[in-house]
Nanobody, 123 residues
């Protein structure tokens, strides 16, 4: 069964850092582009970042550029999102998704989705 599982979410103070992870089971993550998406309560889903299958290409939403870094370790079948200088407006459920084609921040062409991990930024 193909599955993506996120972990590492939690409560962090404004200005703090957190790294969340996306692990795959049932398939080889290195064959896919991976994206991170988030959805805050009452708001539409927002694309956060994408990374190519070999990690050579990345892109970010303007709202997180310079603060978030996406990376992958294909040997561990995992993708990470390092989040620094977190702000209250970063509070959301963060989900990873895999695409056989190119990852787009719109999320419209992603093939597999995880259930998400909650990140709360609050003092």
């Amino acid at each position: 069964q193909l599955q993506l599982v996120e972990s590492g979410g939690g409560l962090v103070q404004p200005g703090g850092s957190l790294r969340i992870s996306c692990a795959a089971s049932g398939f080889t993550l290195s064959d896919y582009y991976i994206g991170w998406f988030r959805q805050a309560p009452g708001q539409a889903r927002e694309g956060v970042s994408c990374i190519s299958s070999n990690g050579g290409k990345t892109n970010y939403a303007d709202s997180v550029k310079g603060r978030f870094t996406i990376s992958r370790d294909n040997a561990k079948n995992a993708v990470y999102l390092q989040m620094n200088n977190l702000k209250p407006e970063d509070t959301a459920v963060y989900s990873c998704a895999a695409a056989e084609g190119i990852c787009r921040l719109s999320g419209i062409n992603m093939d597999y989705w995880g259930k998400g991990t909650l990140v709360t930024v609050s003092s």
